[in-house]
């Protein structure tokens, strides 16, 4: 059996977009599944969309995300070049680019832009408008053609394609699709510049690279037929197509920039740890055979059918992403927690003399990401003004009057306490609440309220009370008492 080479092939254009992290993942784990070889190929053909530092992100990426290559700049395997600007250098394009035209496939166009602005054009599904030229510089003789090129007449190589007949090709996902001639248009193979087009490119380096599968976003589908002539053309056997299902916001809107988080960076920026966004990521238009969902990337090797990618588009949900995040950090070994979330920490508890690590222990089975947190500890530095009616609760028993009582009776006994530690303070308060035959809620729910002036924190009373110490809380709950006698 043929040893399964799978390619992901970004071009250099900025972020690294969800969709992008999506294609290169489903090719790692296709490969990875099979036991085959993940390749990395930059494509830099398009030098106009070209940003600088882009290729670092690339690498970084992939570094970060665990999506090791095993070939690629970086990583000879005896088929690079593997960054495009450079295989041009090797004359490859050009050299296939001839061959195509010595077979009547492709050939040589001189039309300037002032007579291709006269043609018809027609609005391709990435809403992008495209010139549907009229075969005009097919009928050029050779020797006209010599004679253009010796007189220094810039060109482009089109690929010729007859207007009768029909095209089919093959998708795993999409099943055949079979297209007319008459609607594929004479693309060009290689520009004015000397680069090639990604659509000419990327047939002649999955072949030459020896590609075996190609996953890549459904926009590719409709050029798709144009990319199996090429191959017919050549006599090449057509690798395995993947196209894979449109990725939208929650408005079932393609996700964009505008939705602030189609890209990578942009999850780590909000606080999402890498092992989530992975995650999640591989169930944008994959499942699995059981409905488990929270998958490490060895896990996901294992499990990796392509066969059960849907074609539908996939949803991108950013609540349940905060979800797996959260499953995430609640497993998480605790000093690689409180690595990552020292810098939140510290930008959030902003009073000097706080137990960071203490408070790290109380937020980690509780947030989702870590911006989570400022939210949830900053009434740590200072108490917030709230809303009195917090005291009333009826499942806590607790009323704004009993609070007031309550509040009253342990203003006196937690500042004549000492031992401020969570367990002693427990079991002081539930014992006098025994006594007072009251529930624990009874005298809990106006103390953690008047420490804290939140609806929800990140530990009880008793916690509370041991991170703050015995002077702010007495003086928070004197002011608690303040609020409830000002209200009567
Ligand atoms: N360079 C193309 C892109 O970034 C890759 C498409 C493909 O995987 O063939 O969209």
Redesign the pocket.
Known sequence: MEKIRT?????P?GKMHVG?LR?ALYEFLIAKHAGGDFMLRI?DTDQERYVEGAVDIIYRTLEKTGLIHDEGPDKDGGYGPYVQSERMKTGIYMKYAKELIEKGEAYYCFCDKERLSTLKTEVDDEGKSITIYDKHCLSLSKEEVEANIKAGKPFVIRQNIPNEGTTTFSDELYGDITVENAELDDMILIKSDGYPT?NFA?VIDDHTMNITH????NE?LSSSPKYVRLYEAFGWKVPVYIHLPLITDENHKKLSKRSGHASFEDLLEQGFITEAIVNYVALLGWSPEDNNEIFSLDELIKAFDYHRISKSPAVFDIVKLRWMNGEYLKKMDFDKFYEMAEPYLKEALTKPGLDIKHIAQLVKTRIEVFTDIKEMVDFFNELPSYDIEMYEHKKMKSTKESSLSVLKEMVQILNDWDDYSNDALYAMLTDYASKKELKNGTILWPLRTALSGKQMTPAGATEILEILGKDESVARIKKGIELLEKAQ
Not at 7 to 11: F, K, V
Not at 214 to 217: A, D
């Open positions: 390619r992901y092939a970004p071009s254009t992008n294609s494509e990604y990327n190609v996953v890549r976003g590719y």
